[in-house]
C-alpha cells in the first residue's frame, strides 16, 4: 500500500474514517483500482453491520418470506464475516485500527 516512500507517512489515494458507508465507499474506489485505506476504531462495518440496518433488513426479509429465524442469523453472521479485516486487506484495502479525524490547513495535518 502506498506510494513505495520509505518514510513512515502513508499515502493513499482515497482513505475513509469507517462505518458502512465508507465500506461501500472504498469497495468502489478499489473497484476503480484507487490506493485505499479504511480508519476504524470499532469492528469493521461499525453498528450498521452488528446491530444496525444489515440485522434489521435481514429479520424483515425474513418475516416477509416465512423464513426461519435460526438460518436469518447465520446470514446476518456470514455478512459480518465477509466485512472483517484480513478480507478487506485480501482485497486490497488498507485497515488502520484507531480513530481518524479531519485536519485542516490551520490545524495541522490529520491524525489517526
Known sequence: MGNGNESSEQHNDLI????AAGLAAAFRARFRKADVAVIQESPI???????GSVPSKALLA???????????????EQVAAAEDAEVLRGRGIGVIEGRGRLGSPRRGKPTV
Open 45 to 51: 462495518g461499525g453498528d450498521c453491520t452488528f446491530t
Open 16 to 19: 475513509v474514517i469507517g462505518g
Open 62 to 76: 425474513a418475516a416477509a418470506h416465512g423464513l426461519d429465524f435460526g438460518e436469518v442469523m447465520k446470514s446476518v
